[in-house]
């Protein structure tokens, strides 16, 4: 088969030349080319264009201002600039060895499957490129949470959230996929049942650089799994359900202080509002923010809803306090929830209620026509 390998970077210049090196000697031989989707901020771009230029196949860059829906939205812009229909996905700073490229693509030749996996954790493979113990113990447990979210489609499949995987595009609908965060692969096995076959692989070290997981990265893999699980509503819960928590122990906090229970619960809400929307913002609607105007005028609506909606809330809250005698951090709860539904209905259909479609900042740079090399197949 021909093949496109599809490696979304950020900040990792470092990593390119030794890549593509070993890239082309696993695949001396074969027609293929190499898709760098970019979002980095430093002289990445730079690197991949210089190594283009003197790569003996193929070389293309994207580099994208935006960097929408973060690597997996990375990922699917590869897949839809390819010019093969078997995509290869890899990390570009050499975790998912070019050695084994080989192998996913042998299996793939049997015919039978719609994606092969590269795991980390099948017969034979290893995770000791996880940074350390807590690492690894976070990637079994998110592992183990999402095989029992999705029991039927990831049957097969011992490693959901691996980023190393060859896959037969033609068996993916790119325009149901809803990118956030690094796990595309759950993404493409949630959405629709797929022929997976596995083989084990060492997850090496990094060659060059630092790693890309971070705190955020960890919240944005449990919004995405809420939302295809659940749907948008799930992940707005969740969201919800952080706000509510903080606004409580904000509250909380200020009245141990001396404050008294009404401008505690005003200040523990204006902060909560201003997080939240952020939190809906990058993860429950960031696909629907290019479509729903500018980001101050969604804020506006945002903040002035809620903030409504607060002093509606707060006068409750004290009818619950000093009339019904409910404690105050309980009143406020419950107050929390009755809200949750007009909050939700609210920014889904008027805060992200879709303008007009605008053209993104996407762009590929013309590195590729000068990279010399084998023409692909048609």
Not at 81 to 110: K, N
Not at 247 to 261: A, E, H, K, Q
Not at 321 to 336: F, K, Y
């Given at each position: 088969?021909?093949?496109?390998?599809?490696?979304?970077?950020?900040?990792?210049?470092?990593?390119?030349d030794?890549?593509?090196?070993?890239?082309?000697?696993?695949?001396?031989?074969?027609?293929?080319?190499?898709?760098?989707?970019?979002?980095?901020?430093?002289?990445?771009?730079?690197?991949?264009?210089?190594?283009?230029?003197?790569?003996?196949?193929?070389?293309?860059?994207?580099?994208?201002e935006?960097?929408?829906?973060?690597l997996?939205?990375?990922?699917?812009?590869?897949?839809?600039?390819?010019?093969?229909?078997?995509?290869?996905?890899?990390?570009?700073?050499?975790?998912?060895?070019?050695?084994?490229?080989?192998?996913?693509?042998?299996?793939?030749?049997?015919?039978?499957?719609?994606?092969?996996?590269?795991?980390?954790?099948?017969?034979?493979?290893?995770?000791?490129g996880?940074?350390?113990?807590?690492?690894t113990?976070?990637?079994?447990?998110?592992?183990?949470?999402t095989?029992a979210?999705?029991?039927?489609?990831?049957?097969?499949?011992?490693?959901?959230?691996?980023?190393?995987?060859?896959?037969?595009?033609?068996?993916?609908?790119?325009?149901?996929?809803?990118?956030?965060?690094?796990?595309?692969?759950?993404?493409?096995?949630?959405?629709?049942?797929?022929?997976?076959?596995?083989?084990?692989?060492?997850?090496?070290?990094?060659?060059?650089?630092?790693?890309?997981?971070?705190?955020?990265?960890?919240?944005?893999?449990?919004?995405?799994?809420?939302?295809?699980?659940?749907?948008?509503?799930?992940?707005?819960?969740?969201?919800?359900?952080?706000?509510?928590?903080?606004?409580?122990?904000?509250?909380?906090?200020?009245?141990?202080?001396?404050?008294d229970?009404?401008?505690?619960?005003?200040?523990?809400?204006?902060?909560?509002?201003?997080?939240?929307?952020?939190?809906?913002?990058?993860?429950?609607?960031?696909?629907?923010?290019?479509?729903?105007g500018?980001?101050?005028?969604?804020f506006a609506?945002?903040?002035?809803?809620?903030?409504?909606?607060?002093?509606?809330?707060?006068?409750?809250?004290?009818?619950?306090?000093?009339?019904?005698?409910?404690?105050?951090?309980?009143?406020?709860?419950?107050?929390?929830?009755?809200?949750?539904?007009?909050?939700?209905?609210?920014?889904?259909?008027?805060?992200?209620?879709?303008?007009?479609?605008?053209?993104?900042?996407?762009?590929?740079?013309?590195?590729?026509?000068?990279?010399?090399?084998?023409?692909?197949?048609?």
């Amino acid at each position: 088969m021909d093949l496109s390998i599809i490696v979304p970077t950020f900040n990792e210049g470092p990593n390119v030349d030794e890549l593509l090196r070993r890239v082309g000697a696993a695949l001396d031989g074969r027609v293929f080319e190499v898709v760098f989707v970019d979002d980095s901020t430093d002289d990445t771009p730079a690197v991949i264009a210089a190594a283009a230029a003197s790569a003996a196949f193929p070389v293309r860059l994207i580099h994208r201002e935006t960097a929408t829906a973060g690597l997996g939205g990375a990922v699917v812009e590869g897949f839809r600039a390819a010019t093969s229909r078997w995509c290869l996905v890899m990390d570009g700073d050499l975790q998912h060895p070019p050695e084994d490229i080989p192998r996913l693509i042998e299996r793939a030749e049997h015919g039978d499957v719609d994606v092969v996996i590269a795991s980390r954790y099948a017969s034979g493979g290893t995770s000791k490129g996880l940074a350390d113990a807590t690492r690894t113990a976070v990637s079994r447990a998110s592992t183990g949470l999402t095989k029992a979210m999705f029991p039927r489609k990831l049957s097969g499949c011992s490693d959901p959230m691996t980023g190393f995987f060859l896959i037969d595009t033609d068996e993916v609908d790119l325009d149901e996929l809803r990118p956030r965060g690094f796990k595309i692969l759950l993404e493409i096995l949630a959405r629709r049942q797929l022929r997976t076959a596995e083989i084990p692989f060492d997850f090496a070290q990094r060659y060059a650089g630092e790693s890309k997981a971070t705190f955020t990265q960890g919240v944005r893999f449990l919004t995405q799994l809420a939302m295809l699980r659940f749907g948008r509503m799930s992940a707005f819960a969740l969201v919800g359900g952080f706000g509510a928590i903080a606004n409580l122990v904000i509250m909380w906090g200020l009245i141990r202080l001396g404050v008294d229970y009404v401008p505690a619960a005003v200040a523990a809400s204006v902060i909560t509002i201003i997080t939240n929307f952020f939190l809906l913002e990058y993860l429950v609607f960031a696909d629907m923010r290019s479509e729903s105007g500018r980001m101050w005028a969604r804020f506006a609506k945002s903040f002035t809803f809620n903030g409504l909606e607060a002093i509606v809330r707060i006068p409750v809250l004290s009818i619950l306090v000093e009339g019904a005698h409910i404690p105050a951090v309980l009143a406020a709860a419950l107050t929390l929830i009755a809200a949750f539904i007009l909050r939700f209905m609210f920014h889904a259909l008027v805060v992200y209620a879709p303008k007009r479609v605008r053209a993104g900042a996407t762009h590929t740079e013309p590195a590729a026509a000068a990279s010399p090399g084998r023409t692909l197949e048609p």
